[in-house]
C-alpha cells in the first residue's frame, strides 16, 4: 500500500498518535484529518495544518457526514478510538461504541465513498496472556483479557471481513505501548501528574514490582506504520510494533523519579491482583517484531529509553 501522492485520511487526528503521524506525513500527501475532539486537540494539529494540502474536518464516528467527508480518499488510517483499558472494565458500553461502532460505521463509509486502503491502529492486548514471548503476529488463539482488547481484536475482524468481501486492502499495526510527546494518558503522563502534585510519595496502582512490558516510542511507532504499509502485502496484513525488551511498572516509576530530578520519593502500591497491575491488565508483554524488521525497521529506543525520553516529552508540556 502507499501513502506517498495519496489522499490520505487520519481519524483520531488530533490524538497522541495521529498528531505525530500527521507531521510526519505532512507535505507528501494530500490530508484529511478527522477528529470529533473529544479528547484530542486541534493545538496538536497547529503546525501540521500550516503544511501544503491539509483540511481538518471536525467530525463525529458515530455521526452523520461520515461517507461525503471520505469522497475522493484513497486510504483511511484508523486511530480513533476510545483507547483507556481500564475504563473499559468499569463500563464496556462507551468502548463498544467508540471502538467497534465506530469502526463499522468508518468501514461502511469507506466501502460506499470507494476507499481502497484501510489502516487500522490495533494493540498487544489482543494476544491477551500470552503463553509465547515475544509473541509473534501468527499467535493463537487470541484471548484478550479486557474489554478495550476485545473491541480491538472485533475491530482487526471486521477489516478483515471487508477487505476480503469487498476488495479493499487492510494493515493492522499491534501496538506495544506507545509513549512520547502529546501522550495524555497511560502510565508515564500519569505519574507524571501524580509527583508534581506530590513530589514526595506515588501511588501506585498494582502489586511490587508490577507488571513487565514492552515501551516503544512515538517516533519509533509512526516509522514503524510508514514501514509496515509500505511492504504489506493484501488483502490483510498484521504488524506488530515495540521494543525487543521489556521493563517493569517499578522501573518506570524510578526512571520518571530521575527524570524529574526528585529525591527520597517513596511508591506506595495499592489496588493490585497478583502478579501485577489490575483486572484486565496483562501481566507481561512483548512483542515479536522480526516481520516488521524484515521491512528494515528497527527500534531507536530500549523501553527504558523511550520512557525517559517521553518523561522529557510529556514533563516539558506539563
Ligand atoms: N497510545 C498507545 O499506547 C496505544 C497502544 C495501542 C494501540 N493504540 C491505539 O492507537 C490509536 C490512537 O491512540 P492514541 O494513544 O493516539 O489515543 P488518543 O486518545 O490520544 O487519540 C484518539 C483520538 O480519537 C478521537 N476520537 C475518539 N472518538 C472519536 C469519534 N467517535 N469520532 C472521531 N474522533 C474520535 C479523540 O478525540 C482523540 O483525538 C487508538 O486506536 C488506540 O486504541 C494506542
Keep these: 500500500m502507499k501513502l506517498r501522492d495519496r489522499s490520505v485520511a487520519i481519524t483520531g487526528a488530533a490524538g497522541f498518535i495521529g498528531s505525530n503521524l500527521a507531521d510526519a506525513l505532512v507535505g507528501s500527501c494530500e490530508l484529511l484529518l478527522i477528529d470529533n475532539l473529544s479528547s484530542g486537540r486541534k493545538a496538536n494539529l497547529a503546525r501540521t495544518l500550516k503544511g501544503p494540502r491539509v483540511r481538518f474536518v471536525k467530525q463525529d464516528l458515530l455521526g452523520a457526514g461520515l461517507r461525503t467527508a471520505l469522497k475522493g480518499t484513497d486510504v483511511v488510517v484508523h486511530l480513533a478510538a476510545n483507547p483507556d483499558v481500564k475504563s473499559s472494565a468499569e463500563d464496556p458500553r462507551p468502548t463498544f461504541q467508540e471502538n467497534i461502532v465506530g469502526t463499522f460505521r468508518l468501514l461502511e463509509a469507506c466501502r460506499r465513498a470507494g476507499v481502497r486502503g484501510f489502516v487500522l491502529a490495533s494493540t498487544s492486548t489482543v494476544y491477551g496472556e500470552a503463553k509465547k514471548v515475544p509473541t509473534p503476529e501468527d499467535y493463537g488463539p487470541l484471548m484478550p483479557i479486557s474489554m478495550y482488547g476485545a473491541s480491538k481484536l472485533t475491530c482487526e475482524a471486521l477489516a478483515s471481513g471487508y477487505a476480503h468481501t469487498y476488495g479493499m486492502e487492510s494493515v493492522v499495526f499491534r501496538f506495544a505501548n506507545v509513549v512520547g510527546r502529546r501522550s495524555t494518558h497511560g502510565i508515564v503522563p500519569d505519574f507524571v501528574r501524580k509527583l508534581k502534585r506530590n513530589p514526595r510519595r506515588l501511588e501506585i496502582l498494582g502489586r511490587e514490582p508490577g507488571t513487565s512490558k514492552s515501551y516503544v516510542h512515538i517516533d519509533d511507532a509512526i516509522r514503524g506504520i510508514l514501514a509496515g504499509v509500505d511492504r504489506a502485502s493484501g488483502p490483510q496484513d498484521v504488524f506488530n510494533v515495540g521494543t525487543e525488551d521489556s521493563i517493569f511498572v517499578k522501573e518506570i516509576a524510578e526512571i520518571v523519579v530521575r ?6 520519593v517513596s511508591f506506595s502500591w495499592s489496588g493490585g491482583v497478583a502478579g501485577g497491575g489490575w483486572k ?24 527504558a529509553e523511550a520512557v525517559a525520553q517521553a518523561v522529557r516529552d510529556v514533563g516539558a508540556s506539563h
Design 259 to 264: 527524570e524529574l530530578g526528585l529525591l527520597d
Design 280 to 303: 484486565g491488565d496483562v501481566r507481561r508483554m512483548v512483542l515479536d517484531t522480526a516481520k516488521l524488521r524484515g521491512a528494515g525497521w528497527r527500534s531507536k529506543y530500549s523501553s
